[in-house]
């Protein structure tokens, strides 16, 4: 159904241009100092990052005169102007600086030194976000993944479900689809709880925040890599189906109703515990343009309820898949924006070395860095090759295999 299509590709064109309303507002700041803040922000960070890397190994002294630095030769570049905007921020960061270079002279664990830097951090990214902006890119790349999430992994779950429902229409009966909704019912409240009990753990983890989240996000990275390989997928799912089949058949043949509403459970929850592990992840990676992820979220929801409705409710064929192709794309290539942040989360920390490119790459804002996982280091940038060479050759592959198969279908057809 082309017209299915054509709305799904609208949606994706208005998070394209939705945040461009407000990039002029963030880019072009009325009061903006003469001293270039984003480059003095970014200064300070690459020196927590080194001065985490020497206290992690030992050298308390580097450690103390790196995070002086950053003060000193940096933070106060901005302070003047920054004390005329909030000068309680001001003071706010000056604390944080001083409590980070105390906790590292009385030679502190390495997890209260890291939290302390971290609280810098944060300082820094606000006073970053407030005289230069998010930009309209970073706010885009957050929409669309929030968009491309929910509606893939939903896609493959009413896929999955249409299929079931299809077996017992066509087993006379029909009547008994209502356990299979009870039960999809049952998943949604699931996984939001599994998003909410996932985010408390984060909360609460006695363990650095960079360190956590680069666990979660090789953990993500692993499942999407995982889910967006073709080959393996498409087998998968098939397997997937033939599975759920056969459960209905076995659940109508005992007349339990709770075998249904089971069945109804997991189609949907195997997809939905994915879903809350991926957004938990892009939750952290989008610090500054929260709004645009929850945008790009309902969104999702909104046309994978439309799609779900042409699937369920009437004869029409949709381009499933064409609409895969997209949301797969962009998954692979959010993928590799985790793998990225992952590696950059653990250089944050200390726990790995970062060779910087700068002079070689260009530095992206600190907004669009943090949402693409592109940093210009040797660490970071060797991960995302590494994960997209994956998936380039995984393409090149099936594209092999599907060229040596047509030769075979193309006579079965003719032997007919």
């Not at 106060?76 to 309680?88: Q, T, V």
């Not at 810098?120 to 230069?132: H, I, K, L, N």
């Not at 479900?161 to 009547?175: D, E, H, K, T």
């Not at 075998?259 to 610090?287: D, I, K, Q």
Request: aromatic share 10%; hydrophobic share 55%.
């Amino acid at each position: 159904m082309r017209k299915g299509f054509l709305a799904f590709l609208f949606i994706l064109a208005v998070l394209l241009i939705m945040p461009a309303w407000t990039a002029h507002a963030d880019g072009n700041n009325p009061s903006a100092p003469a001293v270039n803040v984003a480059v003095e922000a970014q200064s300070i960070r690459d020196l927590l990052q080194q001065a985490m890397r020497a206290y992690r190994l030992g050298d308390y002294t580097a450690a103390f005169k790196l995070s002086r630095s950053a003060y000193l030769d940096h933070f106060e570049n901005i302070e003047i102007p920054l004390r005329a905007m909030d000068g309680d921020l001001t003071l706010d960061i000056e604390y944080r600086f001083a409590d980070l270079r105390t906790k590292m002279q009385q030679g502190a664990p390495a997890a209260q030194v890291e939290e302390s830097a971290r609280r810098v951090r944060d300082g820094v990214d606000e006073v970053d976000a407030m005289f230069t902006g998010t930009g309209a890119l970073a706010p885009t790349l957050a929409a669309l993944s929030g968009f491309s999430v929910i509606f893939r992994e939903g896609l493959e779950a009413v896929l999955v479900l249409a299929a079931v429902l299809g077996y017992l229409r066509a087993s006379q009966s029909r009547a008994l689809g209502r356990y299979i909704f009870y039960g999809v019912g049952l998943a949604i409240v699931a996984s939001a709880f599994s998003w909410l009990i996932v985010h408390y753990v984060v909360s609460i983890t006695p363990v650095a925040r960079e360190l956590l989240e680069a666990i979660i996000s090789l953990v993500a990275v692993a499942v999407l890599l995982w889910v967006n390989v073709w080959l393996i997928r498409r087998m998968d799912q098939k397997r997937w189906m033939e599975f759920m089949r056969a459960r209905a058949w076995s659940a109508m043949a005992s007349g339990s109703a709770l075998g249904l509403v089971v069945l109804g459970f997991s189609a949907v929850y195997r997809e939905g515990l994915e879903t809350a592990l991926f957004y938990e992840v892009l939750a952290l990676m989008s610090a500054q343009v929260e709004i645009y992820l929850l945008l790009g979220f309902l969104a999702g929801v909104a046309a994978l309820l439309g799609v779900t409705w042409v699937i369920l409710k009437t004869s029409h064929r949709l381009p499933v898949q064409r609409f895969f192709q997209v949301t797969v794309s962009l998954i692979m290539l959010l993928s590799v924006a985790f793998a990225g942040g992952a590696v950059h989360s653990l250089q944050e920390s200390g726990f790995i070395g970062a060779t910087s490119l700068i002079g070689y790459l260009p530095r992206l804002p600190n907004a669009l860095a943090q949402f693409t996982g592109f940093h210009p280091t040797v660490e970071t940038i060797a991960a995302q090759f590494l994960l997209a060479s994956v998936y380039v050759v995984g393409w090149v592959v099936l594209q092999l295999r599907q060229r040596r198969m047509q030769p075979v279908a193309s006579q079965r057809v003719a032997s007919v």
